[in-house]
């Protein structure tokens, strides 16, 4: 019985499928503040029906997305992003809905500089 029930609502929820994509800032890059972020979602998760875009920030949770973009403050230095499908009960989806891990710098500004 158990077994059943597991495999309907498994078949139900596609949104288990599911990826994100961390398409703005890219791997590498160097930005300034304010950084806009872009994300894509795979078609199977229809943001704000299926659940929401979390960005983490050094592996720790920064922000949700309004939908599939958003603006974000940082620190100087390196950092590590990664967007995070969420369920709309505020729960992870399972591994691999996390998107890969996208190294930005922000570099140190001098504040004599002209």
Known sequence: ??????????LS????AATVTINKPTQ????????DVAVSVSEDFVVGKDGVV????????SMTLKGTSGILQLTPGNHQLQARLIHLDGHSLRVPSDSAQVTVTVPTVDPHAP
């Open 28 to 35: 590498g890059d160097t930005v300034s503040n304010p950084i």
């Open 54 to 61: 979390q960005l983490w920030v050094d592996g720790a949770p």
């Open 13 to 16: 929820s596609t949104a288990f």
């Open 1 to 10: 019985m158990k077994l059943f029930l597991v495999a309907a609502f498994l």
